[in-house]
């Protein structure tokens, strides 16, 4: 369960009786317009009947018995809040606090929390609780069906169902790509209560008559927003028109965005809003410096920083699939150990990588955006930007991996002056300006130059100074690719600005 990140926020309200804690007020499968339509945001609280409360960390304090827990007040029963109590959590997040109830009351969701939020646990908890109140899985049946962007996120949640479903008679299963669906044919003929899948993986095997997808009661969608950016909008479609009606939804995504509120009007009915932190806001413990650096000289001052400060454990975001192989590699060539992480590596090779940085063996981890969703360390102390990302609201994305469970964490982004428009975007979205602090020998000698072309060779830039979808594989320039020593932009234009 992700670190609760302590923000004072108020429970949902509950306008009918139909939606207290206790009571089961819909059967699965039943739609949320089966019952009597109401306003349900978390704004429209009503603080005398739900009044807001800081909850403290769920690694904070001493755990108490499942029968004192305040998960037991969400209305969980003996089973998971043993699982809860085991895995060492004593108080629920703000969005657990919000989530939990209305998932068991049977309404459909619409959440906005990022990473950090403890979100998994928010739909995974209520989930169980109610799939344990119905018949198990069939052969080649799905109960509950929770879709993920990327195969490290599909198997993060995937040990989050099994953690939390330890004492419960169900049956949980997670597919994905790049490995061989053989044996994933077979579990799944079987039948499976809680299945945790990719996209596209899900479509081949269901393709291949490995299970039946019309009779799923609960389908949660994890991280919506980054599916939308990965171009698998089509696939999901497909995906409920596999579906039946009557059914239980829940969307999660780390903004309500335009795509995302389009996508939620025909895919939820009459959802409860909730939202955990304010809408792109990094969270207040942590530390943001900016060192502005040559973009050719973005590698070096990485190396420098790592080795002169004596860091241990480091996620360094790359633009590109290419650079981050080229750090990775700059890194170890200078006595750091060090792997990427990408669209282009097997499984298995980021499944060492990941477990090799979370045992400490490796001290940085060079991923890009869409590989790094799924990478959830606990007590993660550096951020590294080592290029800033395309779309303004990565940023508060990536950030977000450090400073948790009360922990200070410290983010740091290398900013060439082609990337002007980018740290202006990210700026303008956080509402203030990032401190920059030059570092010694690391001085930047451009001051002045072209904006970044971000357009894989189509020679726009994105809209609104980093607004843009360009891809982690594209071909933009980034700090590991083809910029030249001069710092010129990959897109051309006038002649940099030096300092002199």
């Excluded at 590596?345 to 490796?362: I, P, V």
């Excluded at 890009?368 to 993660?380: F, K, M, N, Y």
Aim: proline share 7%.
């Amino acid at each position: 369960m992700d670190a609760d990140p302590g923000v004072p926020i108020s429970t949902p309200s509950t306008p009918s009786s139909s939606r207290t804690r206790t009571t089961r007020s819909r059967p699965l499968g039943a739609r949320a317009s089966d019952a009597p339509p109401s306003p349900r945001t978390a704004s429209d609280s009503d603080p005398a009947a739900a009044p807001a409360a800081v909850f403290a960390s769920a690694t904070a304090t001493s755990v108490g018995t499942p029968a004192t827990s305040p998960f037991a007040a969400l209305g969980l029963t003996q089973p998971l809040l043993k699982a809860v109590a085991a895995c060492g959590y004593s108080r629920p997040s703000p969005i657990q606090e919000q989530c939990i109830p209305a998932v068991l009351a049977g309404w459909d969701v619409l959440a906005a929390a990022q990473t950090g939020t403890g979100k998994t646990a928010g739909f995974t908890l209520p989930l169980l609780e109610r799939l344990l109140h119905g018949a198990h899985a069939r052969s080649g049946v799905v109960r509950a069906l929770v879709l993920t962007p990327t195969r490290e996120l599909a198997a993060q949640v995937n040990d989050s169902v099994r953690a939390y479903s330890r004492f419960l008679d169900l049956r949980s299963d997670v597919v994905f790509g790049g490995v061989s669906p053989n044996p994933q044919i077979d579990r799944l003929r079987r039948g499976t209560d809680v299945l945790v899948a990719t996209p596209g993986r899900l479509l081949d095997l269901h393709q291949q008559g490995a299970m039946k997808l019309d009779r799923v009661e609960i389908l949660v969608l994890d991280e919506a927003d980054r599916m939308l950016d990965m171009g698998f909008l089509r696939d999901i479609r497909r995906i409920l028109a596999l579906l039946p009606q009557r059914r239980q939804t829940l969307l999660f995504s780390a903004t309500f965005s335009a795509d995302i509120r389009h996508l939620a009007t025909g895919l939820l009915h009459q959802p409860v809003q909730l939202q955990a932190t304010p809408e792109n806001q990094a969270a207040p413990s942590v530390e943001a410096i900016l060192h502005p650096c040559d973009m050719a000289r973005k590698p070096a001052l990485l190396s420098h920083l790592i080795r002169s400060n004596d860091w241990q454990q480091v996620l360094v975001f790359s633009r590109t699939k290419h650079g981050a192989n080229r750090v990775a590699e700059q890194l170890c060539h200078d006595g750091v150990q060090a792997a990427a992480i990408h669209g282009n590596k097997s499984q298995g090779a980021r499944t060492r990588a990941l477990s090799g940085f979370k045992s400490g063996e490796l001290r940085v981890l060079v991923a890009t955006d869409i590989a790094a969703r799924g990478i959830d360390i606990q007590q993660l102390p550096h951020v590294v930007n080592l290029d800033l990302p395309n779309q303004a609201e990565d940023y508060v994305h990536r950030i977000g991996r450090t400073g948790r469970a009360g922990c200070v964490g410290q983010a740091v982004s290398l900013v060439a002056a082609e990337e002007h428009e980018l740290l202006r975007a990210i700026e303008r979205l956080l509402g203030e300006r990032l401190p920059r602090r030059e570092v010694p020998g690391f001085e930047p000698t451009v001051l002045s130059a072209p904006p970044l072309d971000l357009s894989g060779g189509r020679g726009r830039t994105p809209r609104g100074g980093g607004g843009g979808r360009a891809s982690s594989g594209g071909r933009a320039a980034s700090s590991g690719g083809r910029a030249s020593s001069s710092g010129r932009a990959a897109g051309g234009g006038p002649a940099p600005t030096r300092r002199r």
